[in-house]
């Protein structure tokens, strides 16, 4: 199993960022996937979730309204497009799968 996040980086207050995942090693189509992210000093924490054909989504409150979860099953990629980001969503983003398999994370850093 292989996933590689990508799409983090330094952003103002206010501006988005849309992060991607590339998956591989499993069947993509066939599990519900999540984003996971971890602030410096803090415990993960879930972001977001999708289901197999992605026509279900789910948001922690703190991301609900301005992030948007998605994936496509024919290029085997999970996204996450955050907007109206705000500086307490500096983090290192996570895809996660349902087995417990993790990326190496993307950083995403919200500042003036």
């Known amino acids: 199993v292989q996933l590689v996040e990508s799409g983090g980086g330094m952003v103002q207050p206010g501006g988005s960022l849309r992060l991607s995942c590339a998956a591989s090693?499993?069947?993509?189509?066939?599990?519900?996937l999540s984003w996971v992210r971890q602030a410096p000093g803090k415990g993960p924490e879930w972001v977001s979730a999708?289901?197999?054909?992605?026509?279900?989504?789910y948001y922690a409150d703190s991301v609900k309204g301005r992030f948007t979860i998605s994936r496509d099953n024919a290029k085997n990629t999970l996204y996450l497009q955050m907007n109206s980001l705000k500086p307490e969503d500096t983090a290192l983003y996570y895809c996660?799968?349902?087995?417990?398999?993790w990326g190496q994370g993307t950083q995403v850093t919200v500042s003036s």
């Open positions: 090693g499993f069947t993509f189509s066939s599990y519900d």
């Open positions: 999708i289901n197999t054909g992605g026509g279900s989504t």
């Open positions: 996660a799968t349902p087995f417990g398999s």
